[in-house]
């Protein structure tokens, strides 16, 4: 149930839909009047219901039509014909659908606005109102064999690891310029499994080639005061073979010694880290600041790299002024 608070001269949402809605309509009937009770409809696959809630004290129905907008949400008003019409066309221009009602009618009347929200909700369709699937077989099926698109009803969301964990296709895909890419998988022993394996569906899907001069990166119990922590590939796209793309790759390892004391002190209590497990989704709070200051470090240490290579040279403290091209030039050069 989607329950909105319109105080002036904020608006507030009480609570979350209890259900996501995927921009489906959610009605709510509203008498207009200057401090009126809100008629929310309940929403579930089961049917449309009217529902009251005491605590609902709608006081500006802009505020309504705004926070609907705001949550994606069709918003239907029901409203009495004492209502200005220029207040119903400013309704409409932000977005909400107003139904006028007689307000000389009482309660019974199947004009009067709540007996006709409850006809308007009884009438519409289940499948207007369904969240979401009632069952997760046919979308996960319908995934598996390719069958879903942009169009579908339902999407299937998933984090990305079915073949390509490292996102490099999609970018390929989209022939971005310069991509930066961090290999965060278990891989203690730098086999660079991922990575080429989103090299090689790069060239036999997308009709992309990328190529590494040379990794150099090694494992965090051989690395060395100056190892390096990353390598750059260059892109090469068949219809612009001219044009240079870039591909800044990172793979998490440090040099005990120099590294962050978190970092270190994490890494004594855990030896595979910072390649553990990625079975483990549930990170204690040293954990995961552990992995984020490692990445902050790498980034760090990388873009200092690049810095002296940056063209053109900006004026001492503000450094950090530099563009993308710029830093994906030097990483090139």
């Known amino acids: 149930m989607v329950i909105m608070i319109v105080d002036k ?19 709510i009937s509203v008498d207009g009047t ?6 929310v409809l309940d929403v579930s696959p089961g049917g449309a219901k009217i529902m009251t809630d005491a605590e609902i004290d709608v006081r500006d129905t802009f505020g309504l039509a705004l926070v609907a907008g705001q949550k994606g949400y069709g918003l239907l008003l029901v409203i009495p014909d004492k209502m200005s019409q220029e207040k119903i066309l400013h309704l409409h221009a932000l977005g909400a659908k107003t139904v006028v009602t007689r307000s000389d009618v009482t309660k019974g009347h199947p004009e009067y606005y709540q007996d006709l929200a409850e006809k308007i909700a ?5 499948a207007e109102v369904q969240a979401g699937p009632t069952s997760a077989l046919k979308p996960l099926l319908t995934e598996a064999l ?3 698109d942009a169009k579908s009803d339902n999407v299937y969301l998933s984090d990305g690891g079915h073949f390509d964990n490292l996102g490099i296709y999609e970018m390929i895909r989209r022939r971005c310029r310069y991509i930066l890419v961090v290999d965060a998988d278990q891989d203690e022993n730098f086999d660079f499994g991922d990575l080429a394996r989103s090299v090689r569906f790069a060239a036999i899907d997308l009709n992309a080639k990328i190529e590494f001069t ?3 990166m090694v494992p965090m119990q051989e690395a060395k005061e100056d190892s390096v922590t990353f390598a750059v590939g260059q892109i090469t796209y068949a219809e612009n073979p001219t044009e240079r793309s870039v591909l800044v790759y990172l793979k998490p390892t440090y040099f005990y010694q120099t590294a962050p004391i978190d970092v270190r002190s994490y890494g004594t209590t855990s030896p595979t880290f910072p390649h553990e497990t990625t079975l483990d989704q549930w990170f204690g709070e040293a954990q995961f600041e552990s992995y984020r200051r490692l990445g902050e470090y790498l980034m760090g240490k990388l873009y200092d790299v690049q810095l002296p290579k940056m063209q053109p040279p900006l004026p001492q403290g503000d450094e950090k002024g530099h563009t993308l091209e710029q830093f994906f030039t030097a990483a090139a050069s």
Do not use: D
Request: proline letters at 11%; one cysteine or more; a positive charge.
């Open 146 to 148: 390719g069958l879903t």
């Open 9 to 27: 001269p904020r608006v507030k949402v009480a609570r979350e839909p209890r259900r996501q809605l995927n921009r489906r309509p959610t009605w």
């Open 34 to 39: 200057t401090k009126s009770e809100c008629f």
């Open 122 to 126: 009884a009438e519409i369709p289940k």
């Open 214 to 216: 040379s990794i150099k």
